[in-house]
């Protein structure tokens, strides 16, 4: 019986291991719907995703569903924006990356899912006025918040293509309630 007890502890990391795993195995793995969600709660479908297992990380094939969006010509650039309130403008990250994401670090997803918004009274494109969805995974599904970024640093290649540009330290909080389109899921 003693024997048992200095088991327990090796069990219990076995079990939290193998539910950790599941969460990451469920969330990463398979098609699943890009959905951005309103501040009520109104779910925009945007694309599809397609997860493939490798090694500790999961490959990721991302769609966007361009025909929900509206093309508009801002700032001698053509841009694909859902309307509403706001206009929220997709703007894919534009150099080459490793399109991979693990349970710990959704950031390659998150530069593929930047969009910029913009008041339809104001005049041409503010790339200041970026959206970075900050994900984790959430059981089955990938849940991510808006933050503010200036996507002006995206205006030249990093020197590193493997190593996300936006870090934390690039990264603001946003006021939720002034912006339409503050939550993602991907399930």
């Known amino acids: 019986m003693a024997g048992l007890y200095r088991l327990q502890p090796i069990l219990m990391t076995l079990l939290l291991t193998c539910i950790s795993f599941n969460s990451f ?9 890009v959905l951005l969600v309103d501040k009520k709660g109104q779910e925009v479908l945007v694309g599809d995703i397609t997860f493939s297992p490798e090694g500790e990380h999961s490959r ?27 206009l929220w403008c997709h ?20 530069h593929d899912l930047l969009f910029m918004f913009k008041k339809k009274k104001d005049f041409g494109a503010n790339f200041w006025n970026g959206i970075y969805y900050d994900m984790r995974i959430d059981g089955e599904s990938i849940r991510g918040e808006a933050q503010a970024i200036d996507l002006n ?35």
């Open 25 to 33: 195995a469920d969330a990463l793995i398979g098609k699943k719907q």
């Open 60 to 86: 990721y094939k991302l769609h966007m569903n361009h025909d929900k969006f509206k093309d508009f010509f801002l700032s001698m650039k053509e841009m694909k924006c859902l309307e509403g309130p706001e």
């Open 91 to 110: 703007l894919a990250y534009p150099y080459q990356q490793p399109h991979k994401v693990s349970s710990g670090d959704m950031s390659w997803l998150s």
């Open 153 to 187: 640093v995206l205006a030249s290649p990093p020197d590193d293509l493997n190593t996300p540009p936006i870090g934390i330290g690039e990264r603001d909080e946003i006021d939720r309630n002034q912006r339409w389109l503050p939550d993602l899921i991907i399930r």
